[in-house]
């Protein structure tokens, strides 16, 4: 893999955990909102946190969709799990929330499972089959060919 891809993984990682971040804190100064009133979810946009929040997203949306299109789901997930680490640090010293040694110890459970997810290929080849035409005048498959 080469230096863009890890930079495209790292950045998943980044504007998820700071877009998560982010929204929380400006979700937090405006307090419960109520899915019967879409205005007051419109009006959240006002907040800045929010709106800064919503950006990071975006730009996650946007690297996570650029790794799907060079590898697999099942890579590119636990490839980027390490921002649950981040989101942890984050929630713990940004928003002041209190992070149970069994959220660290469940944390720590999914970080070690990356290790066994990322020793495989980054994406699953499939093989494709030729075509030929037989002596019947018919269409037949030839074999595989990697």
Same mark, same amino acid.
């Given at each position: 893999m080469n230096l863009r891809k890890y930079l495209v993984l790292v950045a998943v990682m980044f504007f998820g955990a700071i877009g998560d971040i982010l929204l929380a804190r400006g979700m937090? !100064? +405006?307090?419960? *909102?109520?899915?019967?009133?879409?205005? $007051?979810?419109?009006?959240?946009l006002a907040n800045p946190w929010v709106f800064a929040g919503?950006?990071?997203?975006?730009?996650?949306?946007?690297?996570?969709?650029?790794?799907?299109?060079?590898? !697999? +789901?099942?890579? *590119?997930?636990?490839?980027?799990?390490? $921002?649950?680490?981040?989101?942890?640090?984050?929630?713990?010293?940004?928003?002041?929330?209190?992070?149970s040694a069994f959220r660290w110890a469940g944390i720590l459970l999914i970080s070690c499972g990356v290790g066994w997810v990322t020793r495989g290929p980054e994406l699953t080849r499939h093989p494709q089959k030729t075509e030929a035409v037989g002596p019947s005048g018919k269409i037949q498959a030839t074999g595989d060919t990697a």
């Open positions: 937090k !100064d +405006l307090g419960p *909102v109520q899915l019967n009133h879409p205005l $007051s979810l419109i009006a959240a919503i950006l990071c997203l975006i730009g996650f949306f946007g690297s996570y969709m650029t790794a799907l299109s060079w590898a !697999d +789901l099942t890579y *590119v997930l636990p490839a980027t799990a390490f $921002s649950y680490v981040l989101l942890a640090l984050l929630s713990k010293y940004f928003l002041h929330e209190n992070v």
